[in-house]
């Protein structure tokens, strides 16, 4: 059966989820786009269905929807759509692991998939997002995570919540701060091995509240002319330093 019509409830249900948060939270679903994240996705066995593009093949053993050209081109969200899309089901995670990554307010998709591609390059275990970070299946992080959001353990929580609970198990908590800091570069080795990392929003950091339970504070050396990095790319420095095996 070929879908040609914007008026099908599938069509609709497609469209919806790629703009509506609301939407993905209520129905527990989400739209991947292209071959390569449709592929990470059939290995985690998350597919509900796969949306081709009239006569194209795909040989995965899922459900398969087909749809003309021009509808296809209607649901994408991604500048030059795709021939292949899927339907997918969230993910069902729980906090675990020793080297935990906490995201206060991050707010641009793009920076939360460079930030997540790094954390599963780095070994961090579980990525705790705060309730007001973007969207994970927000189209635009699943691309910036290149699939990586497939590799690594991602949940959304109260963060405060979280550091007091991590805490009294004995994991101690970094929080950056421009000013004044532990060079990162001198962490010993125990101290790269069990621990919560906190990395804030893009304009205010990490909120006072956090910051004020931290272990301590860690810092990037850096000339004076500069005042502080993007988001992403501090925190993929950190990760590298954090993720040293001597």
């Not at 879908?3 to 790629?18: C, E, F, Q």
């Not at 899309?85 to 729980?94: D, F």
């Not at 701060?177 to 621990?195: C, H, P």
């Amino acid at each position: 059966m070929l879908i040609t019509s914007l008026a099908n409830d599938k069509i609709k249900k497609y469209v919806k989820l790629n703009h509506s948060k609301k939407y993905r939270d209520e129905e527990n679903l989400f739209l991947v786009e292209g071959m390569h994240l449709v592929l990470e996705a059939y290995k985690k066995d998350m597919i509900v269905e796969v949306i081709l593009e009239q006569n194209e093949t795909l040989p995965l053993d899922v459900p398969k929807v087909f749809v003309a050209k021009e509808i296809l081109e209607k649901i994408s969200d991604c500048p030059s759509s795709q021939n292949v899309m899927a339907l997918c089901r969230k993910k069902e995670e729980k906090i675990k692991g020793k080297r935990l990554l906490l995201l206060d307010g991050i707010q641009d998709p793009g920076n939360l998939g460079t930030i997540i591609r790094s954390a599963v390059a780095f070994g961090i275990d579980t990525i705790v997002l705060s309730e007001d970070c973007v969207d994970l299946y927000n189209p635009k992080v699943i691309r910036s995570t290149q699939g990586m959001l497939f590799h690594v353990p991602i949940v959304r929580s109260n963060l405060m919540e979280v550091i007091d609970e991590f805490q009294q198990k004995g994991y101690p908590l970094y929080a950056t701060n421009v000013s004044y800091g532990k060079d990162a570069r001198s962490l010993t080795f125990e101290e790269r091995q069990k621990y919560m990392l906190c990395m804030g929003n893009e304009g205010n950091g990490v909120r006072e509240e956090i910051l004020d339970k931290a272990t301590f504070y860690l810092s990037i050396p850096m000339k004076e002319e500069v005042e502080s990095l993007n988001v992403a790319i501090a925190t993929s420095i950190l990760l590298y330093e954090l993720g040293r095996t001597k």
